[in-house]
């Protein structure tokens, strides 16, 4: 556990004039920003402005790189190849830098989306793909620690950032179990979730049974109804453990 834990979300998942998220009040509680750069959501115009947006209140960017469905929202899974990843990665991140660049803002990290998500989190040669794309840029990647995320990075020599998520539930083998439509959770049960991890440094699946979890960075998904109600739960959470970012 490190001494300072920070808040990520998953912002600028708008398509044309469809908006999906809480990008603006979600801006002003969490430290860093996951950038859907154009494949599972996002157009040119949603990334300038939420790169410009992220940009004035102070918050780091990554790409959030997915599979192309805009229908699915990137949370089905498609039979790709290694290669097929890798090029997929390179290009959606490519398009953020462009605006980042434009904006004077750096790459910070790479976050796969949804699906993509899930699939590198249990196949290496996947992931090891996507991790090529971060050590071109010098940047860690985001990931669920213990799983295949954990092991290309190390692999690769890409730093790793272990991620906790409060609103998906685990699987018994430590994966998220990632729905279309994401479910609500009470603000008590973000709360209890959050400290559980963070004090005790496990979390409890779907039967029941204790994991272990490491955590440096906790997501709040910004397509929930409540989600700046939820990110203000785990930055008190994180206030009361004393584990708070500055």
Avoid: W
């Amino acid at each position: 556990m490190t001494s300072t834990i920070t808040i990520n979300s998953d912002l600028g998942e708008d398509v044309g004039i469809h908006s999906f998220g809480n990008d603006e009040e979600i801006l002003r509680i969490v430290d860093t920003v996951n950038v859907a750069c154009g494949m599972h959501a996002g157009d040119p115009g949603t990334m300038d402005r939420t790169v410009q947006a992220a940009a004035a209140a102070g918050v780091t960017v990554g790409a959030h790189p997915g599979l192309p469905d805009i229908t699915g929202f990137g949370r089905r899974k498609m039979a790709i190849t290694p290669d097929e990843a890798r090029d997929l990665v390179r290009y959606q991140v490519g398009a953020l830098v462009g605006f980042l660049a434009a904006h004077g803002t750096p790459l910070d990290h790479i976050k796969p989306h949804g699906a993509l998500f899930g699939m590198a989190a249990t196949d290496e040669d996947l992931m090891r793909s996507i991790c090529e794309v971060a050590g071109q840029y010098g940047v860690p990647v985001y990931g669920l620690a213990g799983t295949a995320h954990e092991a290309a990075a190390a692999a690769c020599g890409v730093a790793f950032v272990p991620e906790f998520y409060v609103d998906l539930d685990y699987g018994n083998d430590g994966n998220l179990i990632v729905q279309r439509r994401p479910k609500e959770r009470t603000l008590e049960s973000v709360r209890s979730r959050t400290l559980q991890a963070l004090l005790e440094g496990t979390v409890t699946t779907v039967d029941g049974t204790l994991l272990p979890v490491s955590v440096q960075s906790i997501c709040v998904h910004s397509d929930l109804a409540q989600a700046p109600a939820v990110a203000r739960t785990v930055r008190e959470a994180l206030e009361v453990a004393g584990l708070g970012s500055v």
